[in-house]
C-alpha cells in the first residue's frame, strides 16, 4: 500500500525557535492534511491542504501541498510548550482513504 | 466544529472478556465512522470501516470475529473486543467524516479509549 515518509521522528527544540517537519510519498496524494495529537487523545486537524502548490496558515502554523503533490511541509513559527505533542501528516489519495505517516514527536524546552 | 466523541476514555479488563467501546457523533450525522489502533509512539494503524446499516469493511491483517463493529444508528458506532488478550491492550480511536466534506478527505477524531487487558 501507499507509505508516507514523515521526519524527523522527533524533534527537542528550546521554546522560541521555528520547527519544519515534511512528508513524501512515492504516490500522489489529492489532499495533505496536518493533525496535532496530545497524548491521550485524538488527533486534532490543523490544516487541510487541497491543490498542489497551496500555501496555508493557521495562526503560527504554515502547511504547504508540494507541487508535486508527493509532498507536504509544515513549519511551526515561534514554537512555544504547549506545541508539544506529536503532528501527524495525512494524505488522501483518488480512492478517498487517508494513509498516516509516522509521527513527529515535538519537545520544546522552556 | 464537528465532535466526535468516545466512551470509555479508558477501560481496564481481565484476560478472555469482552470490551465494548463506542463512537458518536454529537452534531452531525456520520453514515461512515473509522476505527484505528494506535500503538505507544507509532503511527494510527485502520482497523476498520464502520458503515451505517451495512457490515463493517476491515483492513487486511483484522480479525472481523475479534473486533466487532456495529453502525446501528447515523450517530453511534460501536467496536467490540471480544475475548479480550493482553496483546489487544492499545489505544482505539475511532473517527468521522463530516457529510458534504467527505471529498475532502476531513476527518474528525474521538478522545481515543485506552484498553488495557490484564
Known amino acids: 500500500g501507499q507509505q508516507l515518509n514523515q521526519s524527523p521522528q522527533s524533534m527537542f527544540i528550546q521554546e522560541g525557535e521555528d520547527v519544519s517537519m515534511n512528508c513524501t510519498s512515492s504516490?500522489?496524494?489529492?489532499?495533505w492534511l496536518w493533525y496535532k495529537q496530545d497524548p491521550g487523545e485524538g488527533p486534532v486537524l490543523l490544516i487541510a491542504?487541497?491543490?498542489?502548490?497551496e500555501l496555508t496558515s493557521n495562526g503560527r502554523l504554515t502547511a504547504q501541498f508540494g507541487i508535486t503533490r508527493k509532498d507536504s511541509f509544515l513549519n511551526i513559527s515561534a514554537s512555544i510548550p504547549s506545541d508539544v505533542g506529536i503532528y501527524f501528516c495525512a494524505g488522501r489519495n483518488a480512492g478517498n482513504m487517508l494513509t498516516f505517516g509516522g509521527g513527529t514527536r515535538l519537545m520544546v524546552k522552556p | 466544529g464537528a465532535v466526535v466523541s468516545q466512551h470509555p476514555s479508558w477501560v481496564i479488563c481481565k484476560s478472555g472478556t469482552s470490551v465494548k467501546i463506542e463512537c458518536r457523533s454529537l452534531?452531525?450525522?456520520?453514515?461512515?465512522m473509522f476505527w484505528y489502533r494506535q500503538f505507544p509512539k507509532q503511527s494510527l494503524m485502520l482497523m476498520a470501516t464502520?458503515?451505517?446499516?451495512?457490515?463493517?469493511?476491515?483492513e487486511q491483517g483484522v480479525e472481523k470475529d475479534k473486533f466487532l463493529i456495529n453502525h446501528a444508528s447515523l450517530t453511534l458506532s460501536t467496536l467490540t473486543v471480544t475475548s479480550a488478550h493482553p496483546e489487544d491492550s492499545s489505544f482505539y480511536i475511532c473517527?468521522?467524516?463530516?457529510?458534504?466534506?467527505?471529498?475532502?478527505?476531513?476527518?474528525?477524531f474521538g478522545e481515543g479509549s485506552r484498553l488495557t487487558v490484564l
Open positions: 491542504l487541497y491543490k498542489a502548490g
Open positions: 452534531d452531525f450525522q456520520a453514515t461512515t
Open positions: 473517527s468521522a467524516r463530516v457529510p458534504g466534506l467527505a471529498s475532502t478527505g476531513e476527518l474528525f
Open positions: 504516490s500522489i496524494f489529492n489532499t
Open positions: 464502520s458503515n451505517e446499516g451495512s457490515k463493517a469493511t476491515y
